[in-house]
């Protein structure tokens, strides 16, 4: 009885401190698994004596920095501050993690912005990139100085993005998004010609990030993601100053190409060359989207990506550590924004090519879950006649991705405000938002039926709100529809359809969509109404029927059929909506959504299912995605 009693306690000590957020890999971890996950957290955790001041949090971990001890550098956005921790922060199970973590920080860095991407020269002063504003110059650890702002053109007014440093000549180089700006190690601009060197000039067309390669094969290029273009730009100066001489353009990637490069970071490893590139898989409707890093040889061939995506904090902070010591080639990753932040450590060789794992909020023990990556795997004896199941490859706190086939498809929702109170409803608004893509670049399957239920603590009531007739928005253009019927406009948002006219390749069109309230047979639905000017005008009515359940975790749900004309028309591949509005009727306020924040008293925070879809394509192909949010208590 006695060692059930200790094998118990033991158990829940042990979950207890899984639970407290930082989270360490069994000595007989797969190469690509992290070394470490590194999540600061609020004092009172006996296992992290020392943290990063104020607060015991990192809050917006948008740079990161290597030094050559091997202490990493975090950038700390909203804290205007740059934090430093030992290479072993942690690491280890306890009573080792975390004792030696935080080392000290670079306070008050631009207290107007904050400090993002970080370089070091090899005196190890540290350059930081105040946030689209400057880069400033402060000494070595552990004094610093005020730090002094790098003078010239093309900093300050063409807001850069990114900052590295050649150890050998001194020399900065500063991404200043239409070219890269060069300095001396004084803060004076390289001169080419009787005029400041800018590299890539006529070529970059939106960058962000810089790595400045160290490796014999590519010693002196310039690695610069271009948002303008979604490729990694490589620059030799040595070769042509103006024109890359190379690029990588992430068709070797699962989806075929870099997503987004917008607010990327790049790192290059000194020895063994390879290039890690930080890419956004969800750009257009998540507030923390998730992030993948993909891994390239020198040559720029494809070698995988490392094992967990990211929470990307617009930007994240990705180093290499190449120094000189025992922990050379290890490739530090942050995650998160303001909520869950952290940083992965990767041993060197990491890439992998199976399907990428959730974040760190979803690993085992780390308060999330990966039931739906476990539930969504296809038994290795299944038939071949049988349609495989969905591969989850993307499953964060506020979107998902799954892939079917050759078919993506990335799902998200959010709410807004966060911050509610907990006995009694306030107005939010909820965005939904899907994407639909193929890993090949084929046409994906034509999307025939949605569903969205909503949580049951979210009320939609549209008492008082005038109902849209269908005629009035049905033809007719964006500002034609809002004319007739603003007063029942309930939502607003996006969409892209892919377009193909007889005879003609197909082409994408885009354009607003509304969303009212309306009624059909004495039954509410909304009206979500699709409008595009190119090349020529057409409008398209998608009808939301409305039904309300008295049981389950889901209270409202919105069902629609795409229109034949329609689906006649074109393949709708992504939507982006947001529902909110406020409004009076009979002398009160009143919103058309509604939500608490019901955590016990006590507990300040909750984690619930905010929305779940459902998606009915042709062949026959159904994906179903569950999506989960936080709320915190309002005082």
């Known amino acids: ?264 970071a790049v790192a290059v490893d000194r020895v063994s060359g390879e290039v890690y590139v930080l890419d956004n898989l969800e750009p257009h409707f998540a507030e923390q989207p998730d992030g993948i890093v993909h891994v390239f040889a020198p040559g720029g061939a494809y070698e995988g990506h490392l094992k967990h995506l990211i929470r990307h904090a617009l930007p994240s902070g990705l180093a290499v550590d190449n120094t000189a010591t025992a922990t050379q080639g290890r490739v530090y990753v942050t995650s998160g924004n303001t909520d869950g932040s952290s940083v992965y450590a990767y041993p060197p060789g990491a890439a992998t090519t199976a399907p990428p794992l959730p974040t760190a909020s979803k690993l085992p023990g780390q308060g999330g879950s990966v039931e739906a990556e476990v539930e969504s795997a296809a038994p290795a004896d299944q038939p071949a006649s049988v349609p495989a199941r969905p591969t989850a490859i993307a499953h964060a706190s506020q979107g998902e991705t799954q892939q079917v086939g050759n078919m993506l498809l990335s799902v998200s929702a959010k709410l807004a405000p966060k911050k509610l109170p907990r006995d009694r409803r306030a107005p939010v608004a909820v965005s939904v938002g899907w994407k639909i893509s193929s890993t090949d670049g084929s046409e994906p399957p034509k999307l025939k039926t949605i569903g969205i239920e909503i949580n049951r603590n979210g009320i939609l009531d549209a008492t008082g709100l005038p109902a849209c007739p269908y005629r009035r928005i049905q033809p007719a253009s964006t500002s034609r529809a809002l004319a007739n019927c603003r007063a029942s406009l309930v939502g607003t948002g996006s969409f892209s359809a892919l377009v193909g006219l007889e005879g003609q ?92 924040c019901p955590t016990p008293k006590g507990v300040g925070l909750a984690i619930f299912r905010l929305a779940k879809t459902s998606f009915a394509f042709s062949g026959g192909t159904d994906v179903s995605s569950t999506l989960t949010e936080t709320c915190k208590v309002r005082r």
């Open 1 to 264: 009885m006695r060692m059930r009693v200790l094998r118990r306690r033991l158990a829940i000590a042990t979950l207890a401190l899984l639970a407290l957020g930082t989270s360490a890999v069994p000595a007989q971890a797969a190469p690509s698994d992290p070394l470490f996950v590194f999540s600061p957290i609020r004092p009172g955790n006996p296992f992290t004596p020392v943290l990063p001041p104020p607060g015991g949090t990192l809050n917006g971990p948008c740079g990161l920095g290597v030094d050559s001890t091997g202490h990493y550098y975090v950038s700390d956005y909203y804290r205007h501050a740059v934090d430093v921790f030992d290479q072993n922060a942690g690491y280890g199970p306890p009573p080792q993690f975390g004792m030696i973590a935080y080392i000290t920080q670079v306070p008050d860095v631009d207290p107007l912005d904050g400090p993002c991407g970080l370089a070091f020269d090899a005196a190890d002063n540290l350059y930081v990139n105040a946030y689209h504003r400057s880069v400033i110059k402060y000494g070595p650890r552990p004094n610093f100085g005020s730090g002094t702002v790098i003078a010239g053109a093309g900093v300050d007014s063409t807001h850069p993005t990114g900052v590295a440093v050649d150890p050998a000549t001194g020399n900065v180089y500063v991404n200043a998004r239409t070219h890269i700006a060069v300095y001396d190690s004084g803060g004076a601009p390289v001169m080419d010609g009787g005029e400041p060197l800018r590299i890539g000039l006529g070529s970059l067309q939106d960058g962000y990030g810089i790595a400045f390669s160290q490796h014999p094969g590519t010693l002196g290029r310039l690695y610069v993601p271009d948002a303008g273009t979604d490729t990694v730009k490589i620059y030799d100066p040595a070769v042509d100053k103006a024109a890359p001489v190379a690029e990588i353009d992430g068709s070797a990637t699962p989806q075929g190409e870099f997503v987004s490069l917008r607010d990327a």
């Open 505 to 596: 390749e197909r082409y994408v069109a885009k354009g607003k969509m509304l969303v009212f309230n309306g009624v059909e047979k004495g039954k509410p639905v909304l009206y979500g109404q699709l409008y595009s000017s190119f090349p020529f005008a057409n409008s398209f009515v998608i009808p939301f029927a409305i039904s309300r359940t008295k049981r389950g975790a889901y209270g409202t749900t919105l069902r629609a059929r795409l229109p034949a004309n329609l689906r006649a028309w074109g393949n709708l591949t992504e939507v982006e909506m947001r529902l909110s509005r406020k409004y009076a009727h009979r002398g009160k306020r009143r919103s058309f959504l509604s939500a608490s």
